[in-house]
């Protein structure tokens, strides 16, 4: 073999060991790349009481029960499911009942969803133009600000 091609052959070895060790990275990571589950998809996947992961969707609309100290208990829907959350701490100051937020904790054995970090997202009044075009063309477009122009 010349050094040309004993060259060719380490840098292919090198390309395809990298290859490989990112598929095995990407295959292992590949529920954790998720932000977060929705109610729905918890119940679809059967996450398991104890496995700890995000969970998102909107402040269920009377569903907020503060109790004593700053324990507070609200629930998660997608619109379809909704999961109850027990969180103790103090909550975003954007938190409310039909607003984004996302918590990070466990399922108890009841079924609840025992938080230990609770993020409020703010309403989404900027969206970039592709994104509202492809919710247009879906026909799930729900604009609830100030109509404004799309720019391009």
Not at 70 to 94: A, C, H, M, N, R
Request: charged fraction near 25%; charge should be neutral; glycine fraction near 10%.
């Amino acid at each position: 073999m010349s050094r040309k091609q004993r060259r060719a052959v380490l840098i292919l070895t090198c390309v395809g060991l990298l290859a490989v060790a990112s598929l095995l990275i990407l295959f292992a990571l590949r529920d954790s790349i998720v932000f977060f589950h929705t109610p729905s998809e918890v119940v679809e996947k059967g996450i398991q009481a104890g496995q700890r992961f995000r969970l998102g969707g909107l402040v269920a609309e009377g569903s907020v029960k503060r109790g004593e100290g700053s324990l507070v208990e609200f629930g998660v829907t997608d619109t379809v499911k909704t999961i109850q959350v027990v969180y103790e701490g103090v909550l975003p100051d954007l938190f409310r009942e039909g607003q984004g937020v996302v918590t990070e904790g466990r399922l108890d054995e009841t079924g609840k969803f025992q938080a230990d970090t609770v993020l409020a997202k703010h309403d989404e009044n900027y969206m970039p133009p592709e994104v509202a075009d492809a919710l247009k063309d879906k026909g799930v477009w729900q604009h609830m600000g100030k109509s404004q122009p799309a720019t391009n």
